[in-house]
């Protein structure tokens, strides 16, 4: 191999190697931070019910959430492409109105099945009418820099995912999480519920392990290819006629 080459082959095997060192270090620090955001959502769910009805106090996310009051349909968000028990749908996001109050709330209240888990049925099951005690998860409605990836179909628009900047447009005054309703389709939502993500790690270890696994396989390579050809033996000599 020309020195060229060898010198060609070096820099791409280290930049690769880097690379694939920097992609690993990359998911622990993500693994850090999902964490940390675990500890704190553990510790809000550890504190006492916080009663909405009760207390002025601004929702956090994780703790668990009390209120009572009705629903409002006017202004619902449908949240596309969910799958609930293999079948495709959407979840149902209401407007809540605190009792005694003008406070309003964000309620997840199920899932509705949909055959292209984008449109809207014609008929969606309401929740109770009149007064209501609902209990649930409050859940951080995240900033997105798409606008949730709203989608117009007619007169019906979906969302890809939740998010803060239309909520708060849609129902000014809401804190910024919802409530992750619990409950049957016999409850107070008329849906069936959603369950709560599960409040893991996450890939990010086994991702990290995956790429510093390839920066040693990179190496490796570079060590193999580099090294001269002698080191490496040859062929031997055809025997004597």
Same mark, same amino acid.
């Given at each position: ?13 280290? !930049? ?38 009760? !207390? ?42 605190? !009792? ?17 888990? !984008? ?123």
């Amino acid at each position: 191999m020309s020195r060229t080459r060898r010198v060609v082959l070096l820099v791409v095997v280290a !930049t690769l190697a880097i690379t694939a060192v920097q992609l690993g270090r990359w998911q622990l620090r993500r693994l850090d931070a999902r964490r940390a955001s675990n500890a704190e959502l553990l510790a809000a769910r550890a504190l006492p019910p916080l009663d909405l009805s009760a !207390t002025d106090s601004a929702p956090v996310a994780g703790r668990r959430l009390v209120a009572r009051g009705t629903f409002v349909l006017d202004g619902e968000l449908f949240l596309r492409g969910r799958v609930h028990r293999e079948a495709p749908g959407l979840h149902v996001v209401t407007p809540f109105r605190i !009792t005694d109050s003008d406070r309003m709330l964000w309620v997840l209240r199920g899932f509705v099945g949909s055959p292209d888990a !984008t449109t809207p049925p014609d008929s969606i099951p309401a929740p109770v009418a009149g007064v209501v005690t609902i209990t649930g998860l409050a859940m951080a409605i995240p900033t997105t820099d798409d606008a949730g990836q709203p989608v117009a179909r007619g007169a019906d628009t979906t969302w890809r995912r939740l998010d803060r900047a239309v909520a708060a447009q849609r129902l000014p005054g809401a804190p910024p999480v919802y409530l992750q309703l619990e409950g049957d389709a016999g409850g107070p939502g008329g849906l069936p519920s959603v369950v709560p993500p599960a409040i893991d790690e996450g890939p990010h270890l086994s991702y990290a392990i995956q790429w510093f696994g390839i920066a040693l396989a990179i190496v490796a390579f570079g060590v193999i290819a580099l090294r001269p050809r002698d080191d490496r033996g040859s062929a031997p000599p055809p025997a004597a006629p």
